[in-house]
Structure formats: structure tokens, C-alpha cells
């Protein structure tokens, strides 16, 4: 039990470092070195942990765990994920604010993040009826693409905007393409 909780502070000990430094310097000019000085571990402590800084940079986001949405309170309803996972981000702000904003390891934050998502909204989609196809793959990237574009400019300051005002602008925007094309099918 103690190892694990060693493992679990060392581990987290790395990924704040990172988020520091991120927020002073930027994702590209943070070193392994740097993160190790920071966290104050060991050289082989840290790979026995991570494989690189962007592996410490991947865990964080999937450590996020914002991804997994609850199942829909009502019959019907779609993008559950929404509102919870801005809210989560209010609640987790520097660490987003770290990696999705500007300073951030952007493009590969935004392309897991994107993965991540996509995989939700596409299994959301298919579980309201949609057909397996690539009017369906457009619509994911469609949703997607919405969904981000929103959070990105949430979190670099570009809105002031609430979660829930986020949510209702992310919905007011997809759900009446998402309904109609999941009417046709």
C-alpha cells in the first residue's frame, strides 16, 4: 500500500511540476531536466515513471478524467458530456489553462483531447440511433470541432462565459444538425 501511494505522489509530484513550468515558460522550452529539477526526483525515478515529457503531459490530461460522461438523464438527450466537462474545467483551471492554452503542448493537447472526444460523442451518436458511416464520421468531426473551438477560447480568455452559458451555446449550435440528421436515418 505504501508503494502505491509513494508511486502515486511521485507521479504527481512530476505532472505539477510540468504544469508549473508550462505556465512559466511554455510546453517547448521545458526540458526533462527541468522537470526533474523541479519535482526534485531522480533522473531514472522519473523514466522508471514516464517515458518523456510527453508522456507526463498525456497523463495529465487523461488523469483529467473528464471524459467519461454520466448516462443521459432523460430519454433523448445528447452531449451529457457537455456541461459537466466545462464545469470540470472551471473547477481544474490551471491545470486546462496549462495544457490547452497558449503556452501549453497545444498541438498535441488539442489532437488527444480531439481522439478522446471524438471516441465520446461517436459512440453517444450511435447509441441515439446514427448509422455507422462517414455522414456520421462528418457529423463527429462536426460536433468535435464545435466542442473545442468553444473550450479553446474559454481558456485562452477569449470569453468570460460560464460553463452553463458555454453549454447552452455548444448545444444551441450542433443540436439542431445532430437531430435532423439522426431524423433522417
Known amino acids: 500500500?505504501?508503494?502505491?501511494?509513494?508511486?502515486?505522489?511521485?507521479?504527481?509530484?512530476?505532472?505539477?511540476?510540468?504544469?508549473?513550468?508550462?505556465?512559466?515558460?511554455?510546453?517547448?522550452?521545458?526540458?526533462?531536466?527541468?522537470?526533474?529539477?523541479?519535482?526534485?526526483?531522480?533522473r531514472s525515478t522519473f523514466y522508471s515513471h514516464f517515458v518523456d515529457k510527453q508522456d507526463v503531459l498525456f497523463s495529465n490530461l487523461d488523469e483529467l478524467g473528464f471524459l467519461h460522461p454520466a448516462p443521459p438523464a432523460r430519454s433523448g438527450e445528447l452531449f451529457t458530456f457537455s456541461l459537466p466537462m466545462f464545469e470540470h474545467v472551471r473547477e481544474r483551471w490551471p491545470l486546462v489553462?496549462?495544457?490547452?492554452?497558449r503556452r501549453g503542448g497545444v498541438g498535441l493537447v488539442h489532437a488527444r483531447g480531439e481522439q478522446l472526444l471524438t471516441a465520446v460523442v461517436r459512440d453517444e451518436l450511435v447509441a441515439a440511433g446514427a448509422r455507422v458511416s462517414v455522414s456520421?464520421?462528418?457529423?463527429?468531426?462536426?460536433?468535435?470541432?464545435?466542442?473545442?473551438?468553444?473550450?479553446?477560447?474559454?481558456?485562452?480568455?477569449e470569453t468570460t462565459a460560464s460553463p452553463s452559458e458555454l453549454d447552452a451555446a455548444f448545444r444551441a449550435a450542433v443540436e439542431p444538425g445532430v437531430r435532423a440528421v439522426l431524423g433522417q436515418e
Open 1 to 42: 500500500m505504501s508503494g502505491d501511494r509513494r508511486v502515486r505522489r511521485t507521479r504527481r509530484m512530476v505532472q505539477e511540476a510540468l504544469v508549473a513550468l508550462i505556465l512559466e515558460k511554455g510546453y517547448d522550452a521545458v526540458t526533462v531536466t527541468d522537470i526533474i529539477d523541479r519535482a526534485d526526483v531522480g
Open 136 to 157: 456520421l464520421d462528418l457529423l463527429v468531426v462536426c460536433v468535435v470541432g464545435a466542442f473545442m473551438g468553444l473550450l479553446r477560447a474559454w481558456v485562452d480568455g
Open 97 to 101: 489553462q496549462a495544457l490547452l492554452g
